[in-house]
């Protein structure tokens, strides 16, 4: 699952981090925090993978 925005990436990166034990999970906030409680190490892995070259910096809401 690829992520949709920069934002999404950068946070799974820094969820990744907290699981990997590379960083405190205590310094997580908002979305970083919910992926870190909700995904596998090996979602967040995907998700912080992503080439964000070609992504937005955040993505649009479809309301």
Do not use: C, I, V
């Not at 979305?31 to 649009?60: G, K, V, Y």
Request: net charge negative; no cysteine; glycine share 4%.
């Amino acid at each position: 699952m690829p992520a949709q925005s920069r934002a999404q990436q950068r946070a799974a990166g820094a969820a990744l981090s907290a699981k990997r034990g590379s960083s405190s999970p205590d310094d997580l906030k908002g979305a970083s925090r919910q992926m870190f409680d909700t995904m596998t190490e090996a979602e967040l892995a995907d998700l912080a993978a992503t080439d964000h070259d070609d992504l937005p910096e955040r993505a649009e809401d479809d309301d």
